[in-house]
C-alpha cells in the first residue's frame, strides 16, 4: 500500500471527467488500497480516485466513527433519490474549507464491487452526502462549485495563502 498525493483545488486535474472502470483485477486492487490507505491518513471519511490524479469512476469511503466500515463503489449511478438536506461539507481537495451544501437525503446507488459484482446501496444522512460529494469528483464537479462565485474566488485565495506560508516551512524542515 502506498499513500498517494491529493489533488488540491484549485488544480485543473480535478476538472477531469473520470472514465468508466473495465477491468476488475489486482491493479485495481491495489489502487482501491492505496485509495484507503491515504483517506484514513489524511483523514478523510471519502475519497475519489480523481483526487489522486486517476481518472476513473472509482470511490472509497467510510463514515463509521470507529473507522471500521470501508466500503469500495465503482461505475456508480444514482438511481433514485429523495427528499433534501443541508450538510456542512469539507473536502480533502480543499482543506481547511467548509461550506453548507445542500443535497439529496436519500438515495439509491447501482455500482459494482472491487471484484466487479453488481450491488445496490441505499443510503441517507451523512453516507448519502458523502456518496454524491464523492460521486461529483467523477463527473468533476467540487462541493465548492455550489457556492457563489465571489465565495469560490475567496476559498481560491484563502487556499493559495496558506500554501505561501506552508512552502517556508517545508524548506526548513
Known amino acids: 500500500m502506498a499513500i498517494r498525493e491529493i489533488v488540491e483545488f ?8 473520470a472514465q468508466p472502470v473495465v477491468a476488475f483485477d489486482a491493479e485495481l486492487r491495489q489502487l482501491v488500497a ?14 475519489a480516485a480523481t483526487q489522486v ?16 466500515a470501508p466500503m469500495v463503489i465503482i461505475n456508480p449511478r ?26 439529496a437525503d436519500r438515495i439509491r446507488v447501482e455500482a459494482h464491487d472491487v471484484d466487479g459484482k453488481e450491488v445496490v446501496i441505499e443510503a441517507d444522512g451523512l453516507l448519502a452526502v458523502c ?31 496558506q500554501r505561501r506560508h506552508a512552502e517556508p516551512a517545508a524548506a526548513g524542515a
Not at 10 to 17: C, E, G, I
Not at 53 to 68: I, M, P, W
Not at 132 to 158: I, N
Request: with cysteine.
Open 10 to 17: 484549485p488544480d485543473p486535474r480535478l476538472r477531469t471527467k
Open 34 to 47: 492505496d485509495m484507503f490507505e491515504t483517506m484514513y491518513d489524511a483523514p478523510g471519511i471519502g475519497l
Open 53 to 68: 490524479d486517476v481518472h476513473r469512476q472509482l470511490l472509497v469511503l467510510d463514515v463509521s466513527e470507529e473507522k471500521n
Open 78 to 103: 444514482i438511481v433514485s433519490r429523495e427528499g433534501s438536506q443541508v450538510y456542512q461539507e469539507g473536502c480533502l481537495s480543499v482543506p481547511g474549507i467548509f461550506a453548507d451544501v445542500e443535497r
Open 131 to 161: 456518496i454524491q460529494h464523492e460521486m461529483d469528483h467523477l463527473t468533476g464537479k467540487l462541493f465548492v462549485d455550489y457556492l457563489s462565485p465571489l465565495k469560490r474566488e475567496l476559498v481560491r485565495k484563502k487556499l493559495a495563502k
